[in-house]
């Protein structure tokens, strides 16, 4: 496991450990994608091989057009955006070398149109989930599998003192055994939960204006 917090590392290690499993942690703030991609190398070193990576890191908060700022921007540019493709680009020769292995990348369903209030986080995810689908076409002629994990809301800090509705909330639990379960079938794409999953299909056919009316109780400022 890589992440930023030493501590909260060091006590799912020892959980892992207790359930009788094995676990490295390595600190590192993707923010830096040296950083990240020097993490991924080192996780291949520790274990012989990468099985799978998991891009997961992210932030989110809503933000209106008019109280943005540059810093929060290029901060959430910098671990949604170049942190995960660092991650996922530095396993691509390693797992390329061992014939064999599975990217993932933790997009969001806020990926799929604009939200009001919320730019920054919607348009990094959106990144993200094109450059995996570019990387699943890339590596098709490979044994490396490619999977986007599009969740909707789930019950992370992430959400603390979100002004939008968070509708049909799911709890961590709930949404990683979900997550699990699809990337042991290999799904290309795992999105959930199904209601707003068909929602927000159903907004990337709206015509602009209509998105827009359907939206427009959600606005601030």
């Given at each position: ?7 909260e590392?060091?006590d ?21 994608p ?56 530095a ?55 490619v ?10 800090p ?62 601030e400022g």
């Amino acid at each position: 496991m890589s992440a930023r917090r030493e501590a909260e590392l060091a006590d799912l290690v020892a959980h892992i450990q207790k359930a009788g499993g094995r676990a490295h942690a390595l600190v590192c703030d993707v923010a830096d994608p040296e950083a990240a991609a020097a993490a991924v190398r080192r996780a291949d070193e520790l274990m012989g091989s990468l099985d799978m990576v998991v891009a997961n890191a992210g932030i989110g908060h809503a933000s209106h057009a008019t109280r943005l700022g540059v810093e929060e921007i290029v901060r959430m540019v910098d671990i949604n955006v170049r942190g995960a493709f660092a991650t996922l680009v530095a396993a691509i020769p390693i797992m390329l070398a061992h014939q064999r292995g599975h990217l993932v990348g933790v997009s969001s369903l806020a990926g799929r149109r604009a939200i009001p209030a919320s730019g920054a986080y919607s348009a990094s995810k959106a990144a993200l989930s094109t450059f995996l689908e570019t990387l699943r076409l890339d590596l098709a002629r490979t044994r490396i599998l490619v999977t986007d994990v599009q969740p909707g809301f789930v019950e992370t800090p992430i959400l603390e003192g979100a002004r939008n509705p968070t509708p049909f909330k799911w709890p961590v639990a709930r949404a990683t055994r979900y997550i699990a379960d699809g990337l042991a079938k290999e799904r290309r794409v795992v999105s959930f939960p199904l209601p707003l999953d068909l929602l927000t299909r159903l907004s990337r056919v709206l015509p602009a204006g209509v998105y827009a009316r359907a939206v427009g109780g959600f606005r601030e400022g």
